[in-house]
T-cell receptor, first 113, second 113 residues
Framework: DQQVKQNSPSLSVQEGRISILNCDYT??????FLWYKKYPAEGPTFLIS?????DKNEDGRFTVFLNKSAKHLSLHIVPSQPGDSAVYFC????????????FGKGTKLSVKP | KAGVTQTPRYLIKTRGQQVTLSCSPI?????VSWYQQTPGQGLQFLFE???????NKGNFPGRFSGRQFSNSRSEMNVSTLELGDSALYLC????????????FGPGTRLTVL
């Protein structure tokens, strides 16, 4: 059973607009959430994270929102750029199991010029 | 600071053989986690080593094993290779403490023929 779900396999956005990638989780023990960006045949690159005591974290064009009651988080990219085109993975870890990240299946973002 | 390095980048083996993959973490990081990425299963956690001890383990058969050395470098071994072991193997390093961000290496692409 998937503990971290990214229900949209793909998303297409126009350059300059907002990209919103969504992630749902089922395990209430998760206390740290991360977003990674990945190109084929490369390792994931860390983008941004959020702990369960916060509901928002910003870093430049990237903002992550966490809704604990809904067990939902989202990544907003504003403005979207063609270089943002990649697969985005949501990941979560639980206290006491920090070395074990549980990943969603990923969302492929295409930003069109 | 140098990033996580993995060697070799590519490997071709035949069924029944064994393979050893190597990972050098970011300087100062004491935790190394290993993941397998396949098209069907996505990114799955194999195990984590912290200060030379296996701290967490995923749901993989005993053919998959690992170890960590005193300098935090880690190796992963797969014995009696099967066709289904063909995958991208990723290692990630982190401090191993608190709310911890894992940083990934480029991966080793293993093909089993």
């Amino acid at each position: 059973d998937q503990q971290v779900k990214q229900n949209s396999p793909s998303l297409s956005v126009q350059e300059g607009r907002i990209s919103i990638l969504n992630c749902d989780y089922t395990n209430s023990m998760f206390d740290y959430f991360l977003w990674y960006k990945k190109y084929p045949a490369e390792g994931p690159t860390f983008l941004i994270s959020i702990s369960s005591i916060k509901d928002k974290n910003e870093d430049g064009r990237f903002t992550v929102f966490l809704n604990k009651s809904a067990k939902h988080l989202s990544l907003h990219i504003v403005p979207s750029q063609p270089g943002d085109s990649a697969v985005y993975f949501c990941a979560a870890s639980a206290q006491g199991s920090q070395g074990n990240l549980i990943f969603g299946k990923g969302t492929k973002l295409s930003v069109k010029p | 600071k140098a990033g996580v390095t993995q060697t070799p980048r590519y490997l071709i083996k035949t069924r029944g053989q064994q393979v050893t993959l190597s990972c050098s973490p970011i300087s100062g990081h004491r935790s190394v986690s290993w993941y397998q990425q396949t098209p069907g299963q996505g990114l799955q956690f194999l195990f984590e080593y912290f200060s030379e001890t296996q701290r967490n383990k995923g749901n993989f058969p005993g053919r998959f094993s690992g170890r960590q050395f005193s300098n935090s470098r880690s190796e992963m071994n797969v014995s009696t290779l099967e066709l289904g072991d063909s995958a991208l193997y990723l290692c990630a390093s982190s401090s191993g403490q608190g709310l911890d961000t894992q940083y990934f290496g480029p991966g080793t692409r293993l093909t089993v023929l």
